[in-house]
């Protein structure tokens, strides 16, 4: 396709639109633009990945059940196969786990959590209400840490079924294994990770073993009982793993969900406005929070045997990088793209992925964020943004703030 002049310069690598790069961390947009519009199956050999910016070829990829996902599978020197922790590298959660082993643990474990989360609907959102309400009454001060960082892990916590003297833990735990989502963290980030994760694993164990004794009204005894009725056909192991999964997958993103939609909302005062004049827009205006600042900028799949994707030939073992960011503003998909509008009526987006690991925590993170734009903007009717200079995070293929100094 030929050069749009009036685009920014095309980038040559994977490295110049993620957070790995200062302009791209403040804002990726518009050299994700320039690769949609100039070289939309780009590949980069320093980290030998391939990568998809147009909504289309990521639609299909996400949704075709031939790609694999396992890291192992993925060649030398790509940035998947960073992913892979060392002492144990066969081990995963759905999120990597390929069939047949996903299509037997993703759906009990779907079914068990989709029932907790219409459940305990009133409890979590007496979480965020009570969070909402402990936070300062006036004054600045940074929305990050009082309300959209602790939501998501105290909501977490109360539907696995922690007690609440180890929440304190619990909590110190969830930060140390979410280090694994960084690809290149220090050795001693990965130490730290390390250890938090077999304190998780411990602590996960002595849960199960209670919850076996006892039960209580948790996605723990849920689990305990789904396996020892043979409905569940899981072991301890992947039971522990994967309600670990539940944390390192559920808590950073719905943080970045309710930062970036409250920075969203403060810098477009007419679609708050909207919202406050029609609360029925609530589900909508999430939806459009997340088209338009995706917290997941990306996800990936791994080319089982030679084929062609998106039109290009491609190799066994090849990464396929799909940039969601890019995707969800895709002109040719999304009307007036570059527009936060949370009154249009758009088509669906894919900060959420698609196919068969489509994030199971999409119907919580929805709830969580309908309930905080509900709470926060009635509890505060004069938000505002004391000027700040914004510190986007530094975590690739995530979209958040450090922090939000708001002005209640
Ligand atoms: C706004 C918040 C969230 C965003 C943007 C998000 C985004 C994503 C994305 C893009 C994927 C990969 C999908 C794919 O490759 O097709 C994913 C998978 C996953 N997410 Fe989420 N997520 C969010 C919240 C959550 C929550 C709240 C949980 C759990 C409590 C969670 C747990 C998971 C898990 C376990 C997977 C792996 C699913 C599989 O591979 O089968 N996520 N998420």
Known sequence: MADDPGSPQVPQSVLEVTAFSPGARDNPHPPLEALRHNCPVMRDE????????????IRETVNDRSFVRHPLNAEEGSISRQLIEDDQPRRTSILFLDNPDHARVRPPLAKAFYARIQKMKPQIEAIIDDTIDAAPASGVFDLMAEI????????????????????????????????SLNP??????????????????AYFTELMDARRTASQDDLITDMVQLQASGDAPLTDDEIRINLGALLVGGNLTTTDLIGNGVWLFLTHPDQLAALKANPALGPQAVEEV???????????RIVEADRTVAGCPMKARQVVFCSLASANRDESMFEQSERFDITQKRASHVAFGGGPHICIGAPLARMEARRVFEKLFARYPNLSLPPQDLVWRALPFFRGLERLDVKA
């Open 290 to 300: 997340l088209r338009y600042e995706a917290p997941v900028s990306a996800t990936s």
């Open 46 to 57: 320093m980290v030998k990945t391939w990568f998809l910016t147009r909504y289309a070829d």
């Open 148 to 179: 959209a960082v602790p939501i998501p892990v105290l909501v977490i916590a109360r539907i696995l079924g922690v007690d609440e003297d180890r929440l304190p833990d619990f909590r110190q735990w969830s930060e140390d294994v979410i280090l």
């Open 184 to 201: 290149v963290r220090t050795p001693e980030e990965t130490a730290r990770m390390e250890k938090g994760s077999h304190a998780l694993d």
